[in-house]
């Protein structure tokens, strides 16, 4: 071998030698730099394939498979994908896509997907599904006060165009109730969550006639009543706080009491009636019941497709979700209802035609407990007079309601029945 000729083959063949080494060495140093910071290694060529062809299936290969798969429509998909990436939420890593992070994570809210069946699924680690459900779910959570809005002042056209309702309940701008959702937490204080219905947080919604979250107060304790609750919402801040609107009024039911801006049923009084069986309203109490009730309900019908959807909400064991840096914490468990009901509504806003808002069925009132009900007196023994004034005011109103709609009734039917 000749060093001093730059084209001896044998000098060439050695130069180049080294210099693959060097660079193989170097390829090393990085790939380990980076194991250290926490950056994923470049993906095998097959993996990738597999994913591509994996998302291609789910949103392009069928015309329902999103839906089933997703549980939203690809169109609203996109949308949302569009909506995370224009304003900053969630963006483009060098390995995994918005439209690939949004799946994962709707994926799991859909079908209750534990960590290491969407390690299947998607074909990433169990860390990075974890990483990038954590960075979604902040991500859905931040756009809540975009779609899911109190309401105004104005009678909701649902109400306005249906006879039975208006123009008796022309003053209602929505209805409210609480619902109960599984919950895993510590040893510690478990004991204040248990109630009733197992280990659980005990949600308060309210939501409109046209069946949409307009507010949500989730992660009280599932020991905890409704009015203990309602009275939470209603003490907060705007925009944190339950917002109520002079003479206008909120559906509740025989959980709450009648008070200033809520009008429950009343009590002891039947609420349902099968006209095919000759059945019907014997008076104003009644009647007023049966159509607050059927208006009320929709309420229940939106706590009902919203678990439907999304099957997260009915699993109990959450500490399976695997949360990066937040495993076992119940903030998580709390945000995860918060992006439910997001997501319900957004589905909602761009799809109303989706395949899961079906025909409501009717459902009837909430069990009155023997909690609900000692709130209930001790919120009438501890109110001053003004207060009991004021309720007393209120429920005159609904007095003079139910005497107006009894009245119409009995124009269109030959009643031989009381007024109350």
């Known amino acids: 071998m000749d060093l001093s000729n730059p084209n ?13 080494v060097i660079t193989i060495i170097l390829t090393l140093m990085e790939n380990e730099g980076n194991d250290r910071q926490g950056i994923a290694k470049e993906p095998s060529l ?34 949302l994908a569009n909506i995370l990436r224009s304003n900053g939420s969630l963006h483009d890593t060098f390995y995994v896509c918005v439209e690939e992070q949004l ?8 079908h209750k997907a534990k960590n290491r069946v969407c390690d299947i699924e ?10 990038y459900f954590n960075k979604v779910l902040g991500a859905i959570c931040s756009i809540q006060e975009r779609f899911v809005k109190q309401p105004g002042s104005e009678t909701p056209m649902e109400i306005r165009n249906a006879a039975e309702w208006f123009s008796y309940f022309e003053d209602c701008i929505g209805m409210i109730d609480g619902t109960h959702i599984q919950a895993t937490l510590p040893a510690s204080i478990v004991a204040r969550f248990r ?10 919604a309210a939501c409109t006639p046209d069946k949409k979250f307009t507010y949500v107060l989730a992660g009280w304790e599932g020991c905890a009543n409704d009015m203990t609750i309602l009275k939470d919402a209603l003490s907060r801040p705007p925009p944190h706080g339950l917002k109520v609107i002079a003479e206008k009024y909120y559906l509740a039911d025989a959980g709450y009491t009648t008070m200033p801006s809520f009008i429950v049923p009343y009590r002891g009084v039947r609420y349902y009636f099968n006209p095919k069986r000759d059945r019907h309203p014997t008076n ?19 706590f009902a497709t919203l678990k439907n959807r999304f099957c997260i909400l009915g699993e109990k064991k959450f500490h399976d979700f695997l949360v990066l840096g937040r495993d076992n914490d119940y903030e ?17 806003g761009v799809d109303p035609k989706d395949e899961l808002v079906v025909d409501e069925p009717y459902l009837g009132e909430k069990e009155v407990t023997e909690d609900n009900l000692f709130e209930y007196e001790q919120y009438s023994q501890t109110s001053t007079q003004v207060q009991r004034n004021v309720k007393k ?16 009734y009995c124009i269109g039917h030959v009643c031989h029945t009381t007024l109350f």
Request: one cysteine or more; a positive charge; proline letters at 2%.
């Open 393 to 408: 005011a209120w429920e005159d109103m609904r007095d003079q309601i139910a005497q107006h709609m009894w009245h119409d």
């Open 122 to 131: 998607f074909i990433r680690s169990g860390e990075t599904i974890s990483r």
């Open 284 to 302: 104003a109490k009644e009647l007023f019941n049966h159509r607050h009730s059927k208006l009320r309900s929709k309420i229940e019908y939106v």
């Open 332 to 348: 998580t468990q709390v945000d995860i209802v918060l992006a439910c009901c997001v997501l319900y509504n957004y589905i909602l």
């Open 8 to 20: 001896d083959p044998l000098l060439n063949a050695v130069v180049a030698s080294i210099i693959t």
């Open 195 to 204: 109630g009733r219905k197992q280990v659980t947080q005990n949600v308060l």
């Open 103 to 110: 799946a994962i994570f709707l994926y799991m809210l859909g």
């Open 46 to 79: 097959i993996s990738e394939q597999w994913r591509q062809a994996h998302m291609y299936r789910i949103l392009t290969a069928g015309p329902n498979n999103c839906v089933h798969y997703l549980r939203m429509s690809s169109a609203a998909f996109y949308g």
